[in-house]
């Protein structure tokens, strides 16, 4: 029987799929953190070739369980890959528009996507799960800063792109332990969770960053970068940066673990404001 280290805990959460339009969706989205926009939008070109790729990774580690004495995490892998399904799916049809506002995304989809399928010819499982969980650790936080200290950032920003994230890192939150949980089932050790830990964060943050600052070369070349962007990115990046380093810097440690809610010893960190923000979204995990 796989340790767990809070069972049943996905048995009430859905799937959702929202009714979000993108047709609309405006570039610069986020105006009071320009780079903000920037860095969720190359994170957004990513996941519709990302996201398949946890799905089948997921699927493989899935046949390794028992069906009798793993029945609760196998059932929450088919959960996991329900949200990531609906989640890659609305950020492909989200992506159609970016690239009508940035050509020239396609050779960086292309290059990733090579990636992916790469990893799942030429990688172990094992390697390819501490990846997963690499991934799925640092979308714990993400969500955490999203709903707590960029809220502020959040006021004025697009709708339907905001409403897209806010779905997305929800239901990141509501399974954040999936990844954690399948990995320690079938491949425990602490060094090979940082491994994947550290592969993963070298290969997608380089990507990311690559695509982010195409981004701001577009906008720099067509006179649309704002002239108080760099001002207003240097106060997100100290916001940011204050909250989410600690919380990268738990996840090195041998006793990291997602499931307990991630600030619960400290009570003005993002947690709280995670689960309000949750409840007033409709995202609830409850
Ligand atoms: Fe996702
Ligand atoms: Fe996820």
Redesign the pocket.
Known sequence: MTQRSAPDKLAHVKARRPALDFAEARAHWIPDAPAYAYQLDAASTM?PYL?PY?IKVQKLARECLDPTADADLIADIDLFNR??AN??QLHARYNETLRRHYPGLEPFEAEIKADFERFLREKSLAWNLAYCEGFECT?LVSAEFFFGPAQPFLRTADPASRDLWSW?LA??FEHRSVCHDVLAALHPGWLRRLRGYSDFLTHLQRYGNRVAEYLKSVDRERGTYAADAEAKDREFDRVRGRFMLPRLARILSPFYDPAPPPDAADPRGGAAALRSALKRSGWSPR
Request: glycine residues 10%.
């Open positions: 996941l996201e946890l949200q990531e989640h890659f979308g997305h239901e990141e």
